[in-house]
C-alpha cells in the first residue's frame, strides 16, 4: 500500500506560481513512477505531468503534455517517495483540483488532490 499527501495548494492571480509537493508513505520502495493530474469542473481527469522511472538516478523520463509545457515542470525530491510541481505564468483555465497519482508494481494509487484556484 502507498498512501500520498498532496500540498501547496490554493488561490493565485494569473500569471502568478505555485509549487505543489506530493510524498508518499508505505511502501514506497515498490513506486516506479509519480506524478500529477488535474480535474477541472464538468471536465475528465488529465495528465498533467509524470515521472517515470523515479527510483533511479538516470535514465527517468519525463511526460509533460503540450498543454502546460514549459509552464509546469516536474522534479523529484532527494527521497524517492517527493515529488514537486512546478506551476508557472498560471492562467484561469489551469483551475482545477490537482491529484498527486503513484504507479507501484500492479497499482495505481492516488492522493486525496489539491485545490488550485487562478483568478484575479
Known amino acids: 500500500q502507498v498512501q500520498l499527501v498532496e500540498s501547496g495548494g490554493g488561490l493565485v492571480q494569473p500569471g502568478g506560481s505555485l509549487r505543489l509537493s506530493c510524498v508518499a508513505s508505505?511502501?514506497?520502495?515498490?513506486?516506479?513512477?509519480m506524478g500529477w493530474y488535474r480535474q477541472a469542473p464538468g471536465k475528465e481527469r488529465e495528465l498533467v505531468a509524470m515521472?517515470?522511472?523515479?527510483?533511479?538516478?538516470?535514465?527517468?523520463?519525463?511526460n509533460i503534455p503540450d498543454s502546460v509545457k514549459g509552464r509546469f515542470t516536474i522534479s523529484r525530491g532527494n527521497a524517492r517517495n517527493l515529488v514537486y510541481l512546478q506551476m508557472n505564468s498560471l492562467k484561469p483555465e489551469d483551475t482545477a483540483v490537482y491529484y498527486c497519482?503513484?504507479?507501484?508494481?500492479?497499482?495505481?494509487?492516488w492522493g486525496q488532490g489539491t485545490q488550485v484556484t487562478v483568478s484575479s
Open positions: 497519482k503513484a504507479y507501484a508494481g500492479r497499482y495505481d494509487y
Open positions: 508505505g511502501s514506497i520502495f515498490s513506486i516506479n513512477a
Open positions: 515521472i517515470h522511472g523515479i527510483t533511479t538516478n538516470y535514465g527517468s523520463t519525463i
